[in-house]
């Protein structure tokens, strides 16, 4: 079992920055491939972005290439994702994800765990 905690959610101007913290249980933290998803508000959760086991590869969503930046520090037990050139249309609820299987990417169904969300609002 993986306990996550997500947190750094808050209220940010359009083009300012935000940066969300993943707290993970497991010292075996290593073995997991780590996701953000975000879900708006009458929408269906979309991914945002994937960090390898190693942190050697990342991957991100079309909509957040180039802005948002994600890493994982393993000897903490935690991922990031630095948000930047944050737009409106940004604002959601953001989960951390963590998921046992090497080629997890988009699919949600590949993670195994999930943390309770951080809300993000982006103001105009």
């Known amino acids: 079992q993986v306990q996550l905690v997500e947190s750094g959610g808050g209220l940010v101007q359009a083009g300012g920055s935000l940066r969300l913290s993943c707290a993970a249980s497991r010292r075996t933290f290593g073995i997991y491939s780590m996701g953000w998803f975000r879900q708006a508000p009458g929408k269906e959760r979309e991914w945002v972005a994937t960090i390898s086991r190693s942190g050697d590869s990342t991957y991100y969503a079309d909509s957040v290439k180039g802005r948002f930046t994600i890493s994982r520090d393993s000897a903490k037990n935690m991922v990031y994702l630095q948000m930047n050139s944050l737009k409106p249309e940004d604002t959601a609820v953001y989960y951390c994800?963590?998921?046992?299987?090497?080629?997890?990417?988009?699919?949600?169904?590949?993670?195994?765990?999930w943390g309770q969300g951080t809300q993000v609002t982006v103001s105009s």
């Open positions: 994800a963590a998921a046992l299987s090497s080629g997890a990417r988009d699919g949600q169904y590949a993670y195994n765990y």
